[in-house]
């Protein structure tokens, strides 16, 4: 009997990897095989190269990419570390002298994953795919000029990738907010091969909604307010009456007090400004 064979009820801890093709739909039907054959090479090379056994692994394919599963007993650092390498370096060799070079997508999550006749099933696995096809790390790969990204999990990010390792680099992955089916998550973006890249700022959210968040993914913070300062700023809002629309056109540089009068009618000499020594006399004067 064999006792490492996953039972249906049973859910194990596994890195679920999620492979996409950049721009599957216009390959046609001869270079579809093409690229599929492609991907496979890369894939399977890289496994080779990492030392991770073909028993270690479950895949299913896809059509334009590949769905991998791989057991708890190979440590995630090797995937994340010298596997991408080796899938960057296989990825270029592949791609030299192409017109249409072969661009991959990829996402993980490590979490836990249902096995039946058919395949894996589980919110691990729908998350890693949901990263792989995601709007960023589809713009990430035509903003770089880039063959390969990779996306990762907040959880998987700090769990492995933020302690650094062989081959991994912390500070060349970038903080995003996805925006998937299941709702916004945060994740971590790497281009293999360049530094850090730029995400791109969400696009505002809809009239009503929540208020967007910022590329770091945090909401835009509200300024704060001293209440004893904003209650008497509403109170003096309220004894002015409605607001007035300033006249424009008119700059002035003003050295010293200055204030602006609109629209008002003086029925006696009225006096503005500041009353100098030298204007208390010329009074007095004129009093006299």
Sequence with gaps: ???????????????????D??????????????????IYRVLE???????????????EDRGDGVLVAVTGRVAVSRLLGLWLVEVREKLRDENRGLRVPLGLRIG???GPVRHDERGISGRAVDLACRLADSAVARDLLDANGADLVLVTSQSLYEDVV????????????????????????????HLPGLP???????PPAPAGGTPPADP??????????????????????????PARERPSGDQYTVHGDMSEHHDNVYQ?????????????????????
């Excluded at 093709?21 to 492609?38: C, F, H, I, Q, T």
């Excluded at 890289?46 to 991770?52: D, G, N, P, R, Y």
């Design 196 to 202: 850090a890249p730029r995400i791109p700022a969400a």
């Design 108 to 110: 993980m999550h490590v």
């Design 45 to 59: 090379t890289a496994f080779t190269h990492a030392s991770v056994s073909r028993d270690a692994l479950h895949l």
């Design 268 to 288: 006696q000499p009225v006096h503005i400004g500041r009353i100098t020594d030298r204007d208390s006399e010329r009074r007095k004067g004129g009093d006299a």
């Design 1 to 19: 009997m064999n006792h490492d064979a996953p039972e249906l009820t049973e859910e194990h801890y596994e890195l679920v990897i999620s492979v």
């Design 21 to 38: 093709a950049r721009r599957s739909g216009e390959y046609d039907d001869v270079d579809k095989l093409r690229m599929r054959a492609r």
């Design 216 to 241: 770091a993914g945090a909401p835009r913070p509200v300024p704060a307010q001293d209440p004893d300062t904003g209650a008497a700023a509403r109170a003096a809002a309220r004894a002015a009456g």
């Design 162 to 189: 933020s302690g650094g390792g062989k081959f991994i680099e912390p500070g060349q992955y970038s903080r995003a907010r996805l925006r998937l089916k299941e709702g916004e998550v945060t994740a971590w973006c």
